[in-house]
């Protein structure tokens, strides 16, 4: 398997979301959150792999685990889901920035990978 890139998760995130630009808060809560399945949910190696202050992930993770998205070395997500993936992944990255909170639990476990991420549209 080919490993993940930086600019891999960048332009996935671009190519999802035209309009985000690097430096604002929803493109970096993204960019963590599709890290985190890359390099598992570790706040430290997010923040080696993405080059982001360890403080700024640590904001994004306290969301996450408090929503049992990443519980353990594991993410909780169905972002794959071809009908509402899309739609679950950016509800995810509200709740990693603190603006909505997950209701129900999902059961689906999205284990690290070193594949190219992608959403489907």
Known sequence: MKKILKSTIFKEI???????????EGFKAAAILLASVCVGPNQKKIAAFLKYPRTL???FASNLKQNKIWRGKKVYANWGDKKNGV???????????GLLKRVSD???VTSPIEEKPRLKV
Do not use: H, M, S, Y
């Open 87 to 97: 739609i679950e992944f950016w509800c995810d990255v509200l709740v990693a920035q």
């Open 57 to 59: 992930v640590a904001k």
């Open 106 to 108: 999902v059961k689906v």
């Open 14 to 24: 671009k190519r999802l979301d035209k309009t985000l630009e690097e430096d604002q």
